[in-house]
Structure formats: structure tokens, C-alpha cells
């Protein structure tokens, strides 16, 4: 199993539907994370999650919504969506969201393209 | 706010050889985690090496190694002896030590390997 698990892989979605992108991580983290990769921008933090509870929510839209039911899983629900939420949306974790390392393991993103 | 400036959104170097990758930041903070981020094509984001501000000496890890300006708020990825593998997307990114687990990208550089 590799570390940070992202499923699909690749999802193409109406602006009426309904679906769900999910993490899982491997490694014994208990801080969990939501980034959003577009072209030609640095990546946007959405969200954090530290031992299942929201610990920053970076003024995403309410059309993104986010369930983290434990330390190893996080979802990500989206409805009606925009084109422009088109990315690559990317899931990492950490052993805690104070740790000093800094450092966090990611998974290889989600592909969505709204249409 | 912290923000971090890539100024090269390509690069590209013969195999073998050295080459530099620039970033500058901002930030008010005296102490903070600076990073180097790979991103190889449809693979996970890794980590490449870390610099805690505290330290004066410069981060190494095999071939790879930065140039830490703190006073100009510089943080240059140097690869030396390019290999193939080495062709990504290259982010530096930036944490404050304190407080949650945030980390702030820069836009990325597109590295390529002319063999």
C-alpha cells in the first residue's frame, strides 16, 4: 500500500452532479489536508483536518465539502460545481498539523474536469 | 502574509550537467521551514529537502543541494549531475514553525532533461 491513497484517479462531472473524492492515508498520521492544484498557480490549501476535526477552512465555496470520519480517511463532496473547479486536487497528510518537521506526504491527486 | 516566488516557470539542462532553480519568499517571521517540492508527471509530490531559517549552514542531500540567502530571502535548489529522473515540476514552499501545519507554494518550475 502506498503512503496517501487518492481515489479516482481521474472524474469528469456535469455542473448538476454529485460525487466524492476520497484519501486515505497508511502512515499513522493524524492530520489530513485538501489542496487544490490548477495550471499555472500555486497550489491553494482548502482545507485541514487535525485529528478529525477542521482546523482550517481557506474560504472554499460551500459547493466543496469536505468529511474527515477519521484520522485515516477524508472526503471531499462536491456539487454543483464550475468549470473553473477544473484541477488536480491533491490529498496529504501529516503526523500532526503542529509538527516540526514541516513536512507532508501526498497522494498523486485527483484529475476532476467539470464540464 | 507569507508568499513565495517562483521566477522560472521553465527550465531545462543537459543531462549531467548542474542547474539552479530560484525562489524567493516573504515573510516578517525569524523562524520557518523552507522547502523543495518534486512533482515527476502524473506521480506524487515528494519531498526533496528541507531548511529550517535557524540554520546557517546550507541543506545537502546527495546531489541535491540549496543556497539559503536568509537576509535576502533567497532558497535556490541546486541539482548537480541532472539525470533523467530528475524531470518535474520543482516547488519551493515555506512554513512558520509555529501554529498549524500551513504550507505556502510557489507557482512551480518545469524542469527538463535533454539527454
Known amino acids: 500500500e502506498t503512503g496517501v491513497t487518492q481515489t479516482p484517479r481521474h472524474l469528469v462531472m456535469g455542473m448538476t452532479n454529485k460525487k466524492s473524492l476520497k484519501c486515505e492515508q497508511h502512515?499513522?498520521?493524524?492530520?489530513m489536508y485538501w489542496y487544490k492544484q490548477s495550471a499555472k498557480k500555486p497550489l491553494e490549501l482548502m482545507f485541514v483536518y487535525n485529528f478529525k476535526e477542521q482546523t482550517e477552512n481557506n474560504s472554499v465555496p460551500s459547493r466543496f465539502s469536505p468529511e474527515c470520519p477519521n484520522s485515516s480517511h477524508l472526503f471531499l463532496h462536491l456539487h454543483t460545481l464550475q468549470p473553473e473547479d477544473s484541477a488536480l486536487y491533491l490529498c496529504a497528510s501529516s503526523p500532526t498539523a503542529r509538527v516540526d518537521t514541516g513536512e507532508l506526504f501526498f497522494g498523486e491527486g485527483s484529475r476532476l474536469t467539470v464540464l | 502574509a507569507q508568499t513565495v516566488t517562483q521566477s522560472q516557470p521553465e527550465m531545462s539542462v543537459q543531462e549531467a550537467e548542474t542547474v539552479t532553480l530560484s525562489c524567493t519568499y516573504d515573510?516578517?517571521?525569524?523562524?520557518?521551514?523552507l522547502f523543495w517540492y518534486k512533482q515527476p508527471p502524473s506521480r506524487q509530490m515528494i519531498l526533496v529537502i528541507r531548511q529550517e531559517a535557524y540554520k546557517q549552514q546550507n541543506a545537502t542531500e546527495n546531489r541535491f543541494s540549496v543556497n539559503f540567502q536568509k537576509a535576502a530571502k533567497s532558497f535556490s535548489l541546486k541539482i548537480s549531475d541532472s539525470q533523467l529522473g530528475d524531470a518535474a515540476m520543482y516547488f519551493c514552499?515555506?512554513?512558520?514553525?509555529?501554529?498549524?501545519?500551513?504550507?505556502?507554494f510557489g507557482q512551480g518550475t518545469r524542469l527538463t532533461i535533454n539527454p
Open positions: 514552499a515555506y512554513r512558520f514553525i509555529q501554529g498549524a501545519q500551513k504550507l505556502v
Open positions: 515573510t516578517s517571521e525569524s523562524d520557518y521551514y
Open positions: 502512515l499513522g498520521h493524524n492530520a
